[in-house]
């Protein structure tokens, strides 16, 4: 897992992260991001993470195609990352189950 995030690792992307780190509410990540990416980009990420959020559900491509409007290469990229990737989506998915489960 490491070594896979050792090609991204640099000066610029560290400060990137870091300065993602500071952002403390949804608003402020929209003023970050609308600032740092167009609007083509963050449309692409956002449909990505919905499309992991789907899959993490449970639902099979079809549907996933029909709700977000994205490729099946697309989704299967987003699978793979599931799969094989760094367990970013995984971390997300667990902290995002936690905090709804304490706000219950």
Do not use: P, W
């Not at 500071?22 to 402020?28: A, G, I, M, Y």
């Not at 079809?62 to 409007?69: F, L, S, W």
Request: charged share 25%; net charge negative.
């Amino acid at each position: 897992m490491a070594g896979r995030n050792d090609k991204l690792k640099n000066d610029q992307t560290e400060a990137l992260m870091t300065a993602i780190l500071q952002l403390q509410t949804v608003e402020e990540c929209y003023d970050f991001f609308k600032d740092l990416c167009t609007f083509q980009e963050l449309r692409e990420m956002a449909q990505r993470f919905r499309v992991a959020t789907m899959l993490h559900e449970g639902n099979v491509y079809d549907a996933i195609v029909k709700a977000t409007g994205a490729s099946t290469a697309t989704i299967s990229r987003v699978n793979r990352s599931m799969i094989d990737g760094n367990e970013g989506y995984a971390l997300v998915f667990e902290r995002l189950a936690a905090a709804q489960e304490e706000g219950k």
